[in-house]
């Protein structure tokens, strides 16, 4: 399967990956290739076979609805590149 | 001290007053210091942690307060699993400044047992690599031949407990990462059935495959550790309650009666000569000691990796959104507005394969290809799962071997990724299916390099594997890889 810039630049914006111009040539070229080699798959017939995500029957688990953790705040900002006022910190999101 | 002794042979030793857990834990940390330089399989060691802890555990050893088989034991940790205080960088720049403040359940309940962390193992960035080259801080060597890969993505856990830095480790199998690099290594791993063992803690690469499992020299040490990790865990809801967890009771020298399935598809091209050779005969071995071996069709053996490749893309492009530097890890210097800092810390933060990956993830699942690429492997991981409940309705046990080669040099996987993903033909179609598998040493190729069996059971029958693997284990002997021999302390 060819793989076109506009493409590359749609993929790019989900997966939130800014390529530089070579890298974006390569990945053409991979995804191509490994849209190629996966594109075995349609030799078999799957018609009426469901989709499978759990190997085994899971079912919903439930459990009461008690509070076990603290607020936590602390050990989540932890890590945080920056914070201010408890609150992790990010550009300015809108006007 | 003998490093080559096992774990549990080594809890006994510090249980009977033989040794303390301060001078076990040193004699391995030196250990680490002299072959680090040729190894790297440690991104993190934590000397003075692990002396600290050794004190405390030899305490409650002391004191009747732990009294288990692996109490005072060193350990090392593959770096995708949180530790409380400890780097954890999943071998990535996204994750180079992240200490997480929690512990994953599987590290947890080692540490209730008496482990002493001595550090965390190397691997490929996010678990995604068959060789450990992908990692941010260098490739990791094969303690076999120092120009040869270790395997992946546990290489770092595999090559510590082959060079005798650890007498055993945690690893993590999405697609084969704990078994194909013990076969690389000449050690023993098991991933266990999904939902043995909780994977709260653990950074998520394909949420639906993967697992936490042990990496150490026999199937004794496998089975001992795989006992303490396991169980249901409620921070992790596809953890399982389930039975048969006493794998220690299937460590018996008897495979009477049991019946082993050899895919005859697992044999054909592309497979090493000398490598299913030796996979042969080891099942000619469990032939001599009583099991009924049968060779049959397994299908679908080429659908795996293609479908393998889909539903795990999909799923890290899905989990590795969160690294995005808003809440933890690396974060780009500079930026216009937020989007721009999401994209410019994301590409800057991840590596090649990894961007490979998510790239490819986001493509199967966007619309228009969705049904096309995602919903068929769903459908073709069905099929699988319905080949093996087929060739399980006749066996107990499926053997085969655990990749087509042994270890390849460094450097020669990654410009071909297709190629490279090949490699993982054995293994990825445990993980889709969600059996249990193990891989232990079967013998060695003609280059001296380590060759792998890989037994795999139905679900939550590890105890039949664990017994097959252990009575094959009984017919061999273990082989040191010469570079721990002469670098022995």
């Known amino acids: ?95 | 001290m003998d490093l080559s002794i096992t774990a549990v042979e080594l809890g006994k030793k510090i249980k009977d007053k033989e040794i303390s857990v301060v001078e076990a834990t040193t004699a391995f940390l030196d250990s680490i210091e002299a072959k680090e330089k040729d190894i790297h399989a440690f991104v993190t060691v934590d000397r003075e942690g692990a002396i600290k802890r050794a004190e405390e555990v030899q305490k409650l050893i002391d004191g009747g307060t732990l009294t288990g088989p692996l109490a005072g034991v060193p350990v090392a940790i593959k770096d995708n699993m949180c530790i409380d205080g400890m780097l954890t960088t999943c071998s990535s720049k996204i994750l180079s400044n992240f200490v997480p403040t929690f512990t994953a359940t599987a590290v947890e309940k080692l540490q209730a047992a008496g482990a002493v962390i001595v550090g965390k193992a190397n691997m490929d960035e996010f678990a995604m690599g068959s060789t450990t080259e992908t990692s941010y801080y260098g490739e990791t060597k094969n303690p076999w031949d120092l120009e040869r890969v270790p395997g992946g993505s546990s290489g770092g856990s595999a090559a510590a407990v082959a060079a005798e830095e650890v007498p055993y480790a945690l690893g993590s199998d999405t697609g084969g990462s704990i078994r194909q690099p013990a076969g690389f290594c000449g050690v023993t791993g098991i991933k266990p059935t999904y939902g043995r063992v909780s994977r709260y803690g653990l950074i998520a690469y394909g949420s639906s495959l993967d697992q936490i499992g042990p990496l150490a020299k026999d199937v004794t040490d496998c089975a001992t550790v795989l006992e303490i990790i396991c169980g249901k865990d409620d921070r992790d809801s596809t953890s399982v309650k389930e039975g048969g967890d006493d794998f220690t009771d299937a460590l018996v020298d008897d495979v009477k009666g049991m019946k082993i399935g050899i895919p005859k598809d697992y044999f054909g091209k592309g497979l090493d000569a000398e490598v299913k050779e030796a996979v042969m005969a080891a099942a000619k071995a469990l032939e001599a000691k009583g099991a009924v071996v049968e060779e049959f069709d397994l299908s679908l053996v080429e659908y795996a990796i293609p479908a393998y490749y889909i539903i795990a893309s999909a799923e890290a492009s899905s989990n590795l959104e969160r690294f995005d530097g808003v809440k933890y890890g690396y974060r780009t210097e500079e930026f216009s507005d937020l989007h721009n800092m999401y994209k410019k810390t994301r590409s800057e933060g991840f590596g090649a394969e990894v961007k490979r990956r998510i790239m490819l993830g986001s493509f199967v699942l966007s619309s228009g290809y969705f049904d096309a690429y995602y919903m068929k492997a769903l459908r073709t991981k069905a099929l699988i799962k319905q080949a093996f409940d087929k060739a399980f309705e006749k066996y107990d046990v499926i053997l085969g071997p655990v990749a087509p080669t042994t270890a390849l040099k460094l450097g020669e996987s990654l410009s071909d990724p297709i190629k490279m993903y090949l490699g993982d033909i054995y293994t990825v179609s445990v993980n889709l299916a969600g059996l249990p598998g193990i891989s232990l040493p079967c013998g060695y190729d003609s280059k001296g390099l380590p060759i792998g069996l890989q037994l795999l059971g139905k679900h939550f029958d590890e105890k039949s594997i664990i017994r097959a693997a252990y009575a094959f284990e009984q017919t061999t002997e273990y082989k040191r890889p010469a570079f721990a021999v002469e670098r022995g302390l």
């Open chain 1, 1 to 95: 399967m060819q793989i076109t810039d506009e493409t590359i630049e749609y993929v790019g914006i989900l997966a939130k990956l800014e390529l530089s111009k070579e890298e974006k040539e390569q990945a053409k070229k991979d995804m191509s290739n490994m849209l190629d080699y996966v594109g075995k798959l349609n030799e078999l017939d799957t018609d009426g076979v469901e989709p499978m995500s759990h190997t085994f029957s899971v079912h919903n688990v439930f459990r009461e609805d008690i509070v076990v953790n603290g607020d936590d705040r602390e050990n989540m900002l932890a890590n945080a590149p920056e914070k201010k006022d408890g609150a992790y910190k990010v550009p300015k999101t809108f006007e």
